[in-house]
């Protein structure tokens, strides 16, 4: 009816829409002394957004973490951690998503092989969907930013909608085959830096298996399931299907079309994004900042609890990361 504003369906957080498919600004979070009203108003708005921003938060380290845990279990970095890195911080469950080398305090060399392995981090991506157990949410937040205008964004792709518009035979292929994505850390390292990993074979390493198309429990919605980190697919039975690169490369290029992307600028230290990997992708968007400015964001990584957390999988995998795969020459070159 004109003249009538739709009453939003939130009552303790307001909410402004980034994007027409999925994306919002939430403001009015109280993080110092979060109500499990206020909380459960996050998650709503995560299952319908896909993706949130939340303007100065004031979290430190230690409350970034508890605020995660709130989500539910979290990762750890002590099994992706390998040739002797160590951890910038004291708390494991932060992954560092930053360009500082821990060891010097300064901005990682861009011929570094850290450098080489966030390249991979420029391409959409959904979190952890190399491990045997995949994310839920990631949580990213800003402790030091480059000045505006240098990049360093945050790009996001909505992978509901994308199936939503698939051309209709191809949707129609999807349905009715229970594919199944094979994904590898090694491949999208491989392909962020194809020369420098060109001797990393991404079959010599395992894969871990996770259903092409999912329902995305919080919302009900269907997700295409794939992302940089999606080395083939597979048919029911277990054997690659015919032209299985071709329909990979065409799903990611499909899901990540200009229309369905967005980008978000980081404004202030403190800033966090809220992603669900089970529902949107996401990469570093890159910019002049690169190997000139620092850029130190920190990450929480939530293990999905849903029936498809662990996919194909056996819950007893352990993957240790892409350190083991990759060669002693290659040691240091932690990704996330
Ligand atoms: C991540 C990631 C993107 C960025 O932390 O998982 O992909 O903009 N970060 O740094
Ligand atoms: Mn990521």
């Given at each position: 009816?004109?003249?009538?504003?739709?009453?939003?369906?939130?009552?303790?957080?307001?909410?402004?829409?980034?994007?027409?498919?999925?994306?919002?600004?939430?403001?009015?979070?109280?993080?110092?002394?979060?109500?499990?009203?206020?909380?459960?108003?996050?998650?709503?708005?995560?299952?319908?957004?896909?993706?949130?921003?939340?303007?100065?938060?004031?979290?430190?380290?230690?409350?970034?973490?508890?605020?995660?845990?709130?989500?539910?279990?979290?990762?750890?970095?002590?099994?992706?951690?390998?040739?002797?890195?160590?951890?910038?911080?004291?708390?494991?469950?932060?992954?560092?998503?930053?360009?500082?080398?821990?060891?010097?305090?300064?901005?990682?060399?861009?011929?570094?092989?850290?450098?080489?392995?966030?390249?991979?981090?420029?391409?959409?991506?959904?979190?952890?969907?190399?491990?045997?157990?995949?994310?839920?949410?990631?949580?990213?937040?800003?402790?030091?930013?480059?000045?505006?205008?240098?990049?360093?964004?945050?790009?996001?792709?909505?992978?509901?909608?994308?199936?939503?518009?698939?051309?209709?035979?191809?949707?129609?292929?999807?349905?009715?085959?229970d594919y199944v994505g094979?994904?590898?850390?090694?491949?999208?390292?491989?392909?962020?830096?194809?020369?420098?990993?060109?001797?990393?074979?991404?079959?010599?390493?395992?894969?871990?298996?996770?259903?092409?198309?999912?329902?995305?429990?919080?919302?009900?919605?269907?997700?295409?399931?794939?992302?940089?980190?999606?080395?083939?697919?597979?048919?029911?039975?277990?054997?690659?299907?015919?032209?299985?690169?071709?329909?990979?490369?065409?799903?990611?290029?499909?899901?990540?079309?200009?229309?369905?992307?967005?980008?978000?600028?980081?404004?202030?230290?403190?800033?966090?994004?809220?992603?669900?990997?089970?529902?949107?992708?996401?990469?570093?968007?890159?910019?002049?900042?690169?190997?000139?400015?620092?850029?130190?964001?920190?990450?929480?990584?939530?293990?999905?609890?849903?029936?498809?957390?662990?996919g194909c999988n056996q819950?007893?995998?352990?993957?240790?990361?892409?350190?083991?795969?990759?060669?002693?020459?290659?040691?240091?070159?932690?990704?996330?």
């Open positions: 009816m004109p003249g009538v504003i739709e009453e939003s369906p939130f009552k303790t957080i307001q909410v402004k829409e980034l994007h027409p498919t999925f994306g919002a600004e939430v403001s009015g979070v109280n993080f110092q002394d979060l109500s499990e009203d206020q909380f459960n108003e996050i998650l709503a708005a995560m299952a319908k957004y896909g993706f949130c921003v939340f303007r100065n938060t004031g979290l430190d380290d230690t409350a970034h973490v508890e605020f995660s845990s709130r989500f539910g279990e979290l990762d750890n970095i002590r099994r992706y951690l390998g040739g002797g890195r160590l951890p910038r911080y004291a708390l494991f469950e932060l992954f560092d998503a930053g360009n500082i080398d821990g060891e010097t305090d300064t901005i990682l060399p861009p011929d570094s092989a850290r450098a080489h392995s966030n390249r991979g981090n420029g391409l959409f991506h959904a979190d952890s969907s190399f491990n045997p157990r995949r994310a839920s949410f990631s949580l990213l937040r800003a402790c030091e930013l480059p000045p505006p205008g240098n990049g360093g964004n945050t790009d996001f792709a909505d992978s509901r909608t994308a199936f939503d518009e698939l051309p209709s035979d191809l949707k129609e292929e999807l349905l009715a085959n094979a994904h590898s850390m090694a491949h999208s390292r491989k392909l962020g830096s194809p020369q420098f990993f060109a001797d990393v074979d991404p079959r010599a390493g395992s894969m871990q298996r996770h259903r092409l198309l999912q329902k995305h429990e919080p919302s009900g919605r269907m997700n295409l399931f794939i992302g940089a980190h999606l080395h083939h697919i597979e048919d029911a039975d277990g054997n690659e299907i015919p032209g299985s690169w071709d329909l990979v490369k065409r799903l990611n290029e499909f899901a990540t079309q200009k229309k369905n992307t967005t980008t978000v600028e980081w404004h202030n230290v403190g800033d966090m994004i809220i992603w669900d990997n089970r529902c949107v992708l996401h990469r570093a968007g890159g910019g002049a900042f690169e190997g000139k400015y620092r850029r130190d964001l920190r990450r929480t990584t939530v293990h999905d609890d849903s029936p498809t957390a662990w819950k007893d995998t352990i993957w240790t990361g892409f350190n083991a795969q990759a060669k002693a020459k290659h040691a240091g070159a932690v990704g996330v």
